[in-house]
Nanobody
């Protein structure tokens, strides 16, 4: 599967952004996740959603501010980011994990086989 992430940009602290990740094939077989990587730092988990969308998981740093969702009919996954902070500045990547059972989510980057290119998010103070 090929993934295309888009929707990043330059915003001010407190603003919102919605990232989208379009897949080249049916997404219902994949757990989907969002990760981010700031300059000089390792790529870190942000959020994940199960195949059917019923189970989600978030990093503590974004819990209550970010919402992951998916529309399997459109083969697209979203990351709604509210109350953005300067420390959210990073390149954001979407990823897909195969061989997952219904209701499962994956939070480690090594569990994901497929990655899109990053979309840059910059939050100014």
């Amino acid at each position: 599967v090929q993934l295309q992430a888009y929707g990043g940009g330059l915003v001010q602290a407190g603003d919102s952004l919605r990232l989208s990740c379009a897949a080249s094939e049916r997404t219902s077989r994949y757990v989907m996740g969002w990760f981010r990587q700031a300059p000089g730092k390792e790529r870190e988990f942000v959020a994940a959603i199960s195949r059917g969308g019923g189970v989600t998981n978030y990093a503590d740093s974004v819990k209550g501010r970010f919402t992951i969702s998916r529309d399997n009919a459109k083969n697209t996954v979203y990351l709604q980011m509210d109350s953005l902070k300067p420390e959210d500045t990073a390149d954001y990547y979407c990823a897909a994990a195969d061989r997952a059972v219904m209701g499962e989510v994956k939070t480690t980057r090594f569990a994901y086989e497929y990655w899109g290119q990053g979309t840059q998010v910059t939050v100014s103070s």
